[in-house]
């Protein structure tokens, strides 16, 4: 059974920078995308960016410039920076796994089989 596991969140200000990451064990085997969503008090969870094997990367437009998705294929693991943080950026952040290996960047929740717990980011302004 594919595990996820974040790390990194906290409470920062405005401006400052965090870097999350998450740790994938459990037979994940090789070619699946990965993405980082989030959820804030009262919202939908709602996509953040995604990253393909190869290392092609998708990111929502009010992160764009400031966030940075990577991987580590022979660790099992997924980075993302996130600098200039702003108020609107607090949320929990959620890693997640989609298996199908397809080159296609998955967009929707729904897409992905596999979930982290989640951390959370506070951005006080």
């Known amino acids: 059974q594919v595990q996820l596991v974040e790390s990194g969140g906290g409470l920062v200000q405005a401006g400052d920078s965090l870097r999350l990451s998450c740790a994938a064990s459990?037979?994940?085997?090789?070619?699946?995308?990965m993405g980082w969503f989030r959820q804030a008090p009262g919202k939908g969870r709602e996509f953040v960016a995604a990253?393909?094997?190869?290392?092609?990367?998708y990111y929502r437009d009010s992160v764009e410039g400031r966030f940075t998705i990577s991987r580590d294929n022979a660790k099992n693991t997924l980075d993302l920076q996130m600098n200039n943080l702003k108020p609107e950026d607090t949320a929990v952040y959620y890693c997640a796994l989609e298996s199908s290996k397809s080159t296609r960047l998955a967009l929707m929740a729904s897409e992905y089989d596999y979930w982290g717990q989640g951390t959370q980011v506070t951005v006080s302004s």
């Open positions: 990253i393909n094997w190869a290392g092609s990367t």
């Open positions: 459990g037979g994940t085997g090789s070619g699946y995308v």
